[in-house]
């Protein structure tokens, strides 16, 4: 079955410590992201990539660094410079180059920080 | 930077009636737009996209449309059942490659 995995669903780490979410594809998309989901607020976008060693920052990548190594894996660093990165983490991915850019989720990863 | 809304925030409906949901955004210089369904603690579940060219999209009880020119967005739902309970979420992109979400609407369907 294609689809998007993202591992692991639950992750708790210390302040102060760096921690990767791991997103992989097997959809053959081009285009991968990544967004942030908290309460009472809509997603929004971290970083995106439309082509491998390729990405750009969205609206609120500041505390966090990703990396475009493979068409399949688009990894999520939130560092330790993320003041509050606790939070639901969604990537999704795309096709590029066509009309519909419809976008299709992972399942996401719980991250809580104390 | 586009604004998405999403009234009402909450709804609660009898099962089998049938129910509207609704987007506006601020910008009417889309690219598409999408409809997703959420259930708690998951991932987002692409329910409809319609291109900036089309007016609607139907996917069974499913029907979406898009007005450009008044920055709205209507997901209508036939007959609704227990198992549409979720947050149903609207999403604009400008250029394809970026999509802002509004806050989603959360939709119960009392048995």
């Known amino acids: 079955d294609g689809g998007i995995t993202q591992s692991p669903k639950y992750l708790f780490r210390k302040e102060g410590q760096n921690v990767t979410l791991s997103c992989e594809q097997n959809?053959?998309?081009?285009?991968m992201y990544w967004y942030r989901q908290d309460p009472g607020q809509g997603l929004r976008l971290i970083y995106y990539s439309q082509i491998v060693n390729d990405f750009q920052k969205g609206d609120i990548a500041e505390g966090y660094s990703v990396s475009r190594e493979k068409k399949e894996s688009f990894p999520l660093t939130v560092t330790s410079a993320q003041k509050n990165p606790t939070a639901f983490y969604l990537c999704?991915?795309?096709?590029?180059?066509?009309?519909?850019?419809?976008?299709?989720f992972g399942p996401g990863t719980r991250l809580t920080v104390t | 930077k586009q604004e998405v809304t999403q009234i009402p925030a909450a709804l609660s409906v009898p099962e089998g009636e049938n129910l509207v949901l609704n987007c506006s955004f601020t910008?009417?210089?889309?690219?598409?737009l999408q409809w997703f369904r959420q259930d708690p603690g998951k991932g987002l579940t692409s329910l409809l996209l319609?291109?900036?060219?089309?007016r609607e999209q139907t996917s069974g009880r499913l029907n979406a449309s898009l007005d450009k020119s008044s920055g709205r967005s209507t997901l209508y739902i036939a007959a609704s059942q227990p198992g549409d309970s979720a947050t149903y979420l609207c999403?604009?992109?400008?250029?394809?490659?970026?999509?802002?979400f509004g806050t989603g609407t959360s939709l119960t369907v009392i048995p």
């Open positions: 959809l053959n998309h081009d285009a």
């Open positions: 319609i291109q900036s060219s089309q």
């Open positions: 910008d009417s210089a889309i690219y598409n």
């Open positions: 999704a991915s795309s096709r590029t180059g066509s009309t519909s850019y419809e976008q299709y």
């Open positions: 999403a604009v992109s400008p250029t394809g490659n970026q999509f802002y």
